[in-house]
T-cell receptor
C-alpha cells in the first residue's frame, strides 16, 4: 500500500457542487499539507496542519476548507466548486522539523464543468 | 519573501549526455533546498536535499545537485542521462526557521534515445 493515499484519483463535478478530497497516510507523520498544481505555476499551498488540533491557511485557501479527522487523515473540501478550481491536487506529509522533505500522494485530478 | 525560479520550461538532452536542470532561489536566512521528480500520473518523489555541509549533494537515481551560495543556485545534474529520466522536475526552498516550502514552476526534462 502507498504511504500517502488520495481518493478519488479522478473526479468530474459540476459548478456549485460540494466535493471532498480525502487523504490518508501510514507514515506516522504529524504534518500534512494540501497543494494544488497548475501547469506553469508549480505547486501552491492551500492548507496545512501540524497536528490534529492545528489547521492553517496557505497562500490560496479561498474557496477551500479542510478537516483533520485524525493524525492519519486530512480532507480537503470545495464547498461550491467553480471551473477555475480545475487542477491536480496533492496531499503531502512530512516529519516534524524543517530539514525533512515531503512524501506526496499520487494526486487527484479534479475537473469542474 | 521566498521564491524559486526554474528558468527553463523544458530541457532536451540526448541519452548518455550530461544533464543540468537549473534552479535559483531567494530566501531569508540559510536555505533548505530540495529537488523532486514527477513522472506521468504520479505524485512528486523526493530526489535530494541540501541542508548544510558539502555543497555537492547526491540523491536518488544517480542525480546530484550543487549548492552555490554566492549565485543563490541549486542546479540538478546527472553525468549520463537515461531515457527513463524524462519527467517533470521541481526545485523547492524552505527558509531557516520557516515551515513553508515554496516550489518552482517545474522543468520538463526530455531525454532522447
Amino acid at each position: 500500500d502507498a504511504d500517502v493515499t488520495q481518493t478519488p484519483r479522478n473526479r468530474i463535478t459540476k459548478t456549485g457542487k460540494r466535493i471532498m478530497l480525502e487523504c490518508s497516510q501510514t507514515k506516522g507523520h504529524d504534518r500534512m499539507y494540501w497543494y494544488r498544481q497548475d501547469p506553469g505555476l508549480g505547486l501552491r499551498l492551500i492548507y496545512y496542519s501540524f497536528d490534529v488540533k492545528d489547521i492553517n491557511k496557505g497562500e490560496i485557501s479561498d474557496g477551500y476548507s479542510v478537516s483533520r479527522q485524525a493524525q492519519a487523515k486530512f480532507s480537503l473540501s470545495l464547498e461550491s466548486a467553480i471551473p477555475n478550481q480545475t487542477a491536480l491536487y496533492f496531499c503531502a506529509t512530512s516529519d516534524t522539523g524543517f530539514v525533512y522533505g515531503y512524501t506526496f500522494g499520487s494526486g487527484t485530478r479534479l475537473t469542474v464543468v | 519573501a521566498q521564491s524559486v525560479a526554474q528558468p527553463e520550461d523544458q530541457v532536451n538532452v540526448a541519452e548518455g549526455n550530461p544533464l543540468t536542470v537549473k534552479c535559483t532561489y531567494s530566501v531569508s536566512g540559510n536555505p533548505y533546498l530540495f529537488w523532486y521528480v514527477q513522472y506521468p500520473n504520479r505524485g512528486l518523489q523526493f530526489l535530494l536535499k541540501y541542508i548544510t555541509g558539502d555543497n555537492l549533494v547526491k540523491g536518488s537515481y544517480g542525480f546530484e545537485a550543487e549548492f552555490n551560495k554566492s549565485q543563490t543556485s541549486f542546479h540538478l545534474k546527472k553525468p549520463s542521462a537515461l531515457v527513463s529520466d524524462s519527467a517533470l522536475y521541481f526545485c523547492a526552498v524552505r527558509g531557516t526557521g520557516g515551515f513553508k516550502t515554496i516550489f518552482g514552476a517545474g522543468t520538463r526534462l526530455f531525454v532522447k534515445a
